[in-house]
Structures are given as C-alpha cells and as structure tokens.
C-alpha cells in the first residue's frame, strides 16, 4: 500500500502523530509519502518514507500567500508520480479541502484516490467554527471517504459543532513504549535536583489555551510545601508571559524554560510529575507520552483528557483554572514516596493501553476498508 501523509510538521500533537503513525507504517513495509511545507519535527529516514517539500513562492499581489493552493498541487504531484493508494490528512484546516481539491483535479486526468480526514482538535473546537471557515470544514469533512477522532469527546464535538453527514470512526492517540519507557536517569536528575527536589515536568506549543500561567502558579503553590523544580518544555506566544511570571513570584532559579526538545523521553525520565491545566485537550498527547514513562498527571477534566488521564489512579482532574484544587492535588501525590510509587506504576499500567501495536492496526484496517470501498463505488458508477 501507498499512502501520502499530509500534516502539520510541527512540535504539536497533530503533527507529531501523523509523523508516529507514518514511520510506524514505513516499518511494516508501506510505502509512506509526507507532504507538508517542511520536513516534520519528529520524522527519521526509513527506505519506505518519502518527503515532499510544499513550496509557496512569494508573490507582491497576496499578503498571505495561498498554501491550500500550493499543498493542493503538491498533492496532485505526489499522487500522479507515485501512484498512491491512499491519501490521509491530519487536521482538517486546511488539508481536507486541499485533498478535495487535488481529487477533483485528478479526476479531470482519469485518476481518482480516496482521503482519510483526522480530526485533532482546535481544528473542530476553536479555528473550525469560526464561522470564516465553518462552510469549508462542514464540506470538506463530509467529502472525506472517512473520518476520525482521537477521542470520543471530539466525536461528539464535532457532531453538535457540524452537519456532519457520516460516522466518525474514534482512533485515539498512541504512545510507542519502546520509546517511551521508564529508564534509570538518576545521575541526570541529580544535576537539576541536587537535594532530591521533586520535578514537575509541562510541555506544549504555550499558547493561550494551554494557559501557562497555571503551569507556573501551580508550581509557586507546590515549592511552596515541597522543595521542587519547574521543567518548561516547547515554545510559542505566552513564553514570555511565563518568565515574567516566574520571575515576579521569584521562581526564575527553580524554573528552566528548556524549548523545543526532541529527545523529550529523557527529560520524562526524570520528572515526578507532568502538568497539563489546558483550556481545551482533545486528547493529550503529551500527558500520555509522559504516563508511558512512569510519570503521574495532573491535568484539566476538558475534552478528552479524562480518556486518558483517571482521576485518583493516574493523576488527578480538575475545573479548568481551579488552581488551587490543582496544587492540592500535586501536593498530595508529591508529598509522600510510596503514594508517588503507586501513581507512577499506574500511569504506566494505563499508557500500555495505548501502544502504537494496538492502535496501528485499526488505521490499517480502516485503509483498507477504504480503499476496497472506494474501488466498488468507481466500478459501480463505470
């Protein structure tokens, strides 16, 4: 089978998915081709992995230039050069109506191919229903030969958000053990936390709706009790705003603002305890890497954290902005060694759940249910 992957390449959980799920593909033997703008973050050379650049030449008539345009002949390339069986896209803005287009295109040429939309989150709850897009998502959705969720939550935003005309199948995020997985770092964690303080461990692209101001107030409540240590993973518009925080509740000298990492399964390796106060979580990515590493959660109950994440087994829930309820919550896990113990066992015991060996093989059904499909429906309209 020849599948193309269109993705965002990013540090964020759509795009690192998409690049997960096309590297897990290329090791059973498909043939996988990413498309986006730029060779994604988390993406390693395989003989069955394929790379094409989206170019967008700049051009004094547009002050944005038309990506969609630029992905959708890019797509048609791809397809046509490589003669791919599958096309699947990863965030419905703007890659499911860019896949449209490129099929009627194809179409015009005698070539037809079937597209897999997955849907990830703010693609439906924040930026899709803005009602600039709304009309382009609803169609471009209900074109798709499919559809998927990374959470039953997000299946039913979705169908209370669009006029969505066909079922939306729930494949949720998957964590590759083998990566992720609790390995002896003490010597590392001894250079941050000298005097065996507890560390707390966020990660995300710190944009307002992972409001990283909570990161930051629920750790002044923690070191406040507990002598602990503030790990700050990724980057993004509210950085800034973090570290001006930081420093005016005098916490800049337990607090590291670490950026964009690659190799983040090390860093969990030595955290204590993963923080995740987000506005909207359609499923949670990184809380799930980091349980597959033996580190408990404490997170919001919004979307479809409480999937992943199980209030007084893996971490704690909490209202969205409940700092306070919060603190408490990582005060109680953190304060005592054995009840630590306890949560870290448990959090990995449920990331297992999730390995990419049990969740790969409901893509590869679902392509090649696809396909078949597809292949019935040209031969009945012939």
């Given at each position: 089978m020849k599948i193309g992957i269109v993705c965002y390449p990013t540090f964020g959980g759509s795009g690192v998915l998409a690049t997960e799920l096309g590297m897990a593909l290329s090791e059973k033997g498909y043939e996988v081709h990413f498309i986006t703008y730029e060779q994604p973050v988390r993406l390693n050379f395989h003989p069955n992995i394929y790379y094409h650049e989206v170019a967008v030449p700049p051009y004094p008539l547009f002050d944005f230039p038309p990506y969609e345009t630029a992905l959708a002949s890019k797509m048609v390339n791809v397809i046509t050069n490589n003669q791919l069986d599958l096309l699947h896209v990863h965030y419905a803005i703007p890659h499911a109506s860019a896949a449209y287009f490129a099929r009627q295109i194809l179409k015009k040429d005698g070539l037809d191919i079937p597209f897999i939309t997955t849907l990830h989150g703010t693609d439906i709850t924040l930026v899709g229903r803005d009602q600039t897009y709304a009309p382009v998502v609803t169609f471009s959705i209900n074109e798709s030969d499919a559809i998927t969720a990374v959470s039953?939550?997000?299946r039913e935003e979705t169908f209370k958000s669009f006029k969505i005309e066909k079922d939306i199948h729930v494949i949720p995020n998957f964590v590759d053990i083998q990566r992720f997985h609790q390995t002896d770092k003490e010597h590392f964690k001894k250079m941050l936390a000298p005097n065996g303080e507890r560390i707390l461990a966020h990660v995300s692209n710190f944009r307002k709706v992972k409001r990283v101001e909570d990161v930051v107030r629920i750790f002044k409540n923690v070191r406040d009790v507990i002598p602990s240590k503030l790990l700050m993973i990724g980057d993004g518009p509210d950085r800034q705003v973090a570290e001006d925080l930081c420093r005016s509740l005098h916490l800049d000298h337990?607090?590291?603002?670490?950026?964009?990492?690659?190799?983040i399964n090390e860093i969990f390796n030595i955290t204590d305890l993963f923080l995740l106060p987000s506005q909207s979580e359609s499923f949670g990515l990184s809380a799930l890497e980091a349980m597959a590493c033996g580190v408990p959660v404490i997170s919001t109950n919004s979307g479809g954290l409480p999937e992943v994440n199980i209030a007084g087994e893996t971490?704690?829930?909490?209202?969205?902005g409940d700092v306070e309820?919060?603190?408490?919550?990582?005060?109680?896990?953190?304060?005592?060694?054995d009840r630590l113990q306890t949560f870290k066992a448990a959090a990995l015991k449920r990331a297992k759940k999730f390995d990419k060996k049990t969740i790969i093989?409901?893509?590869?059904?679902?392509?090649?249910?696809?396909?078949?499909?597809?292949?019935?429906?040209?031969?009945?309209v012939v």
């Open positions: 039953d939550n997000l337990d607090t590291r603002f670490l950026g964009k990492q690659e190799n971490g704690f829930l909490s209202d969205v309820d919060m603190s408490q919550n990582a005060i109680h896990i953190l304060s005592d060694d093989p409901m893509y590869e059904k679902l392509y090649k249910e696809v396909i078949e499909a597809y292949a019935i429906q040209k031969h009945q």
